[in-house]
């Protein structure tokens, strides 16, 4: 084997040039942050990456930070910082999850018991 | 209150369950058991903040680590979305990871009767951090049967942590586990207390 093919085995662009040296996000997502996609990208918007195009159509259905990580085989940090970007500019709407003083809603219980138990 | 999308595209709540225990003992099992989706892999990096192993004595930088989890969904109905995280396997990272355990619901400590010992620092990591956590001993067809109560004692547990057996390959134990898990977080609530 050429050991010049391993080269094209990897992915060629690097997560940090992809987000342009940035590491941290403005928005701190969590790993179970909902990401779903409110205006399409038609492909030629200015400063917009092939992986914020990805995440566009991908979120067409609501996704976690997690699982948009996982589909598009990047750090979960890298995927941050480009949610934070189609956040800006209005392509995406995020939603949280529940604040942990909030992890008392009895209805977010009982509603959570009756789908495990209807599974 | 949690905002949604302001386009009137409602979105679930995500919630966030955590699947911890020791190398090899069944958390990506019991993920895929219980998921709708086949367990996707995610890699966080994480920044060691406050070293206790491994200090770097004299190293200036920050040290940071990057870890896979394995993770699966299970939507509640439209209004919410359960994440199951598998932890990872090496528990000295344990330090670390506020960041996963933070806003999560709960999680269950998978117990191995063959390795007992390699669940305690998952069970001293919730207990410090005050989450809530039940104990299921995941019941490989080789492994030594203890009474539930010998299991409570050699883990030192408290009366009232729930410890159940599971089959963590099985779907409708895997459900079993985490209502219990649910329901024990629902009894601990702040308020229901008061």
Redesign the interface.
Known sequence: MNPDDALYDEQVVRPYVMTRGRTEARAKL?????A?T?RPATGVEMGLDPEHLKIVRLCKR?L?V??I???LDL???TVRVLLGDLLDRGFI????????V???D?R??R???D???A? | ???????G?K??????LLIAGGFGVGKTTMVGA?SEIKP??????LTDRSVGVDDLSGVESKNTT?VA?D?G?????D?????L?GTPGQERFWFVWDE?A??A?GAVVLADTRRLADCFPSVDYFERRGTPFIVAVNCFDDAPRYDLDEVKLALNLGPDIPVLLCDARR?DSG?EV??AL??H??GR???AKV
Request: glycine share 6%; charged share 20%; no cysteine.
């Open positions: 969590d790993l179970i942050s909902l779903v409110i609501p976690s997690a699982e990580a996982a589909h750090p979960a940090g709407a995020v939603q949280e999850p529940q604040p942990e909030d992890v008392l009895e977010m219980y509603a959570v018991l789908g495990l138990r599974l | 209150m949690v905002s949604g999308p302001s386009d595209k979105m679930p709540v995500p919630i966030k219980v996707l892999r995610t890699e966080e990096t990057t989890m993770f969904r299970i939507s509640i109905g209004d919410f979305v359960l994440y995280f996963l933070r806003g619901l779907r459900k985490l209502i649910v329901q977080a629902y609530r702040p308020m």
